[in-house]
Protein backbone atom coordinates (compact mmCIF):
# COMPACT_ATOMS: atom_id res chain seq x y z
CA UNK A 1 0.00 0.00 0.00
CA UNK A 2 1.41 3.62 -0.94
CA UNK A 3 2.11 6.26 1.34
CA UNK A 4 -0.32 9.12 1.21
CA UNK A 5 0.60 12.67 1.54
CA UNK A 6 0.41 15.83 -0.37
CA UNK A 7 2.59 16.82 -3.19
CA UNK A 8 3.83 19.97 -0.87
CA UNK A 9 3.03 21.66 2.30
CA UNK A 10 0.27 24.11 0.85
CA UNK A 11 -0.37 22.35 -2.26
CA UNK A 12 -4.06 22.56 -3.31
CA UNK A 13 -4.11 18.95 -4.27
CA UNK A 14 -5.86 16.76 -1.41
CA UNK A 15 -4.34 14.84 1.19
CA UNK A 16 -5.01 11.05 -0.98
CA UNK A 17 -2.74 12.47 -3.29
CA UNK A 18 0.12 9.50 -3.64
CA UNK A 19 3.76 10.13 -2.50
CA UNK A 20 5.99 9.76 -5.71
CA UNK A 21 9.63 8.73 -5.62
CA UNK A 22 12.22 11.74 -6.22
CA UNK A 23 13.41 9.24 -8.63
CA UNK A 24 10.09 9.67 -9.86
CA UNK A 25 10.04 13.07 -10.22
CA UNK A 26 13.20 13.75 -12.05
CA UNK A 27 11.79 11.51 -14.86
CA UNK A 28 8.97 13.74 -15.62
CA UNK A 29 10.79 17.04 -15.01
CA UNK A 30 9.88 19.47 -17.84
CA UNK A 31 6.96 17.22 -19.10
CA UNK A 32 3.43 18.26 -20.10
CA UNK A 33 0.02 16.50 -18.66
CA UNK A 34 -2.01 16.21 -22.11
CA UNK A 35 -5.21 15.60 -20.03
CA UNK A 36 -6.27 17.66 -16.93
CA UNK A 37 -9.72 18.25 -15.71
CA UNK A 38 -9.83 20.95 -12.91
CA UNK A 39 -12.10 23.93 -11.28
CA UNK A 40 -14.03 26.03 -12.66
CA UNK A 41 -16.33 22.89 -14.38
CA UNK A 42 -19.58 21.80 -14.28
CA UNK A 43 -18.75 19.17 -11.46
CA UNK A 44 -17.28 19.52 -8.56
CA UNK A 45 -12.74 18.99 -9.02
CA UNK A 46 -10.24 18.93 -6.24
CA UNK A 47 -8.26 21.87 -7.48
CA UNK A 48 -8.46 24.80 -9.90
CA UNK A 49 -6.46 25.52 -12.84
CA UNK A 50 -4.34 28.37 -11.14
CA UNK A 51 -3.50 26.00 -8.09
CA UNK A 52 -2.55 22.93 -10.45
CA UNK A 53 -0.19 25.14 -12.17
CA UNK A 54 1.68 26.81 -9.47
CA UNK A 55 2.00 22.71 -8.36
CA UNK A 56 2.90 21.73 -11.33
CA UNK A 57 6.32 24.50 -11.48
CA UNK A 58 7.13 23.80 -8.13
CA UNK A 59 7.60 19.97 -9.63
CA UNK A 60 9.59 20.98 -12.35
CA UNK A 61 6.51 20.34 -14.77
CA UNK A 62 6.38 22.64 -17.78
CA UNK A 63 2.60 22.83 -18.58
CA UNK A 64 -0.47 21.06 -19.38
CA UNK A 65 -3.64 20.88 -21.47
CA UNK A 66 -6.87 21.72 -19.57
CA UNK A 67 -9.45 19.93 -20.64
CA UNK A 68 -13.76 19.66 -20.09
CA UNK A 69 -16.01 17.66 -21.36
CA UNK A 70 -18.62 20.93 -22.34
CA UNK A 71 -16.29 24.11 -22.86
CA UNK A 72 -13.14 25.04 -24.44
CA UNK A 73 -10.24 26.16 -22.34
CA UNK A 74 -8.08 28.10 -24.58
CA UNK A 75 -9.68 31.26 -22.80
CA UNK A 76 -9.22 30.12 -19.11
CA UNK A 77 -5.33 28.46 -20.32
CA UNK A 78 -4.16 31.82 -21.32
CA UNK A 79 -5.23 33.44 -18.32
CA UNK A 80 -3.50 30.58 -15.94
CA UNK A 81 -0.34 30.97 -17.83
CA UNK A 82 -0.03 34.53 -17.08
CA UNK A 83 -1.43 34.25 -13.35
CA UNK A 84 1.42 31.82 -13.33
CA UNK A 85 4.98 32.68 -15.07
CA UNK A 86 6.96 30.32 -16.31
CA UNK A 87 4.17 27.32 -16.75
CA UNK A 88 2.85 26.41 -20.24
CA UNK A 89 -1.46 26.24 -20.61
CA UNK A 90 -2.78 25.47 -23.28
CA UNK A 91 -6.40 25.06 -24.12
CA UNK A 92 -8.71 22.49 -25.80
CA UNK A 93 -12.30 21.70 -27.42
CA UNK A 94 -13.94 18.58 -26.73
CA UNK A 95 -16.91 18.42 -29.23
CA UNK A 96 -19.77 17.41 -27.10
CA UNK A 97 -23.50 18.69 -27.63
CA UNK A 98 -22.51 21.87 -25.05
CA UNK A 99 -20.66 23.41 -28.04
CA UNK A 100 -22.68 22.04 -31.01
CA UNK A 101 -21.32 18.57 -31.32
CA UNK A 102 -19.22 18.08 -33.92
CA UNK A 103 -19.32 21.59 -35.24
CA UNK A 104 -16.98 23.26 -37.89
CA UNK A 105 -17.86 26.39 -36.55
CA UNK A 106 -16.96 25.84 -32.90
CA UNK A 107 -13.29 24.33 -34.06
CA UNK A 108 -12.63 27.46 -36.14
CA UNK A 109 -13.32 30.21 -33.18
CA UNK A 110 -11.32 27.51 -30.64
CA UNK A 111 -8.19 27.62 -33.36
CA UNK A 112 -8.48 31.27 -33.74
CA UNK A 113 -8.75 31.54 -29.51
CA UNK A 114 -5.63 29.32 -29.13
CA UNK A 115 -6.83 25.81 -28.64
CA UNK A 116 -3.84 23.13 -29.08
CA UNK A 117 -5.97 19.90 -28.73
CA UNK A 118 -9.33 18.32 -29.98
CA UNK A 119 -11.49 15.80 -28.72
CA UNK A 120 -13.98 14.25 -30.89
CA UNK A 121 -16.84 13.60 -28.85
CA UNK A 122 -16.43 12.14 -25.49
CA UNK A 123 -19.68 11.90 -23.22
CA UNK A 124 -22.02 12.14 -26.02
CA UNK A 125 -20.25 10.06 -27.83
CA UNK A 126 -23.13 7.21 -29.00
CA UNK A 127 -21.15 4.50 -28.22
CA UNK A 128 -20.16 6.02 -24.60
CA UNK A 129 -24.01 6.41 -23.74
CA UNK A 130 -24.80 3.25 -25.18
CA UNK A 131 -26.59 1.43 -22.30
CA UNK A 132 -25.61 4.67 -19.66
CA UNK A 133 -29.02 6.17 -19.92
CA UNK A 134 -31.73 3.41 -19.64
CA UNK A 135 -32.75 0.64 -17.09
CA UNK A 136 -31.93 1.24 -13.23
CA UNK A 137 -28.05 2.20 -12.76
CA UNK A 138 -28.20 3.49 -9.69
CA UNK A 139 -24.23 4.49 -9.55
CA UNK A 140 -23.63 6.90 -12.56
CA UNK A 141 -20.84 8.96 -13.73
CA UNK A 142 -21.79 12.25 -13.29
CA UNK A 143 -22.16 12.58 -17.37
CA UNK A 144 -24.84 10.28 -16.85
CA UNK A 145 -26.37 11.99 -14.50
CA UNK A 146 -26.39 15.19 -16.34
CA UNK A 147 -27.53 13.50 -19.64
CA UNK A 148 -30.71 11.88 -17.59
CA UNK A 149 -31.66 15.60 -16.42
CA UNK A 150 -31.61 17.33 -19.59
CA UNK A 151 -33.94 14.11 -20.68
CA UNK A 152 -36.42 14.46 -17.95
CA UNK A 153 -36.83 18.13 -18.99
CA UNK A 154 -36.88 17.49 -22.94
CA UNK A 155 -34.33 18.77 -24.12
CA UNK A 156 -31.42 16.11 -24.27
CA UNK A 157 -30.49 15.82 -28.29
CA UNK A 158 -28.96 12.26 -29.81
CA UNK A 159 -25.83 10.84 -28.92
CA UNK A 160 -22.64 11.74 -31.59
CA UNK A 161 -21.02 9.55 -33.95
CA UNK A 162 -18.38 10.90 -36.45
CA UNK A 163 -19.05 8.13 -38.69
CA UNK A 164 -22.14 7.36 -40.72
CA UNK A 165 -23.80 3.53 -40.74
CA UNK A 166 -21.42 2.12 -42.83
CA UNK A 167 -18.35 3.49 -41.03
CA UNK A 168 -17.20 6.01 -42.74
CA UNK A 169 -16.69 9.53 -41.91
CA UNK A 170 -19.30 11.87 -41.94
CA UNK A 171 -19.27 14.88 -43.84
CA UNK A 172 -19.44 17.48 -41.08
CA UNK A 173 -16.11 15.18 -39.58
CA UNK A 174 -14.42 16.01 -42.26
CA UNK A 175 -15.38 19.62 -42.15
CA UNK A 176 -14.27 19.90 -38.56
CA UNK A 177 -10.86 17.52 -39.58
CA UNK A 178 -10.07 20.43 -41.88
CA UNK A 179 -10.49 23.15 -39.56
CA UNK A 180 -8.62 20.95 -37.19
CA UNK A 181 -5.67 21.14 -39.92
CA UNK A 182 -6.22 25.08 -40.61
CA UNK A 183 -4.99 25.57 -37.09
CA UNK A 184 -2.95 22.99 -36.38
CA UNK A 185 -4.66 21.57 -33.40
Not at 16 to 21: E, F, K
Not at 91 to 102: K, P
Not at 120 to 133: H, I, K
Not at 168 to 179: G, Y
Request: proline fraction near 8%.
Amino acid sequence: MPEFTPIRANSSLPETTASISDRAWEAIQGSYDLQVHVAPDVIERRTDDVDLARDFLARGLRGFVLKSHYIPTAERAKVVARAVPGIKAYGAITLNHSVGGLNPVALEIAGRSGCKIVWMPTVDAANETAGRLDGPNTKLPFWAKIQRELSAEGIAPPPLSPLDSNGRLTEVTRKCLERIAKHNM
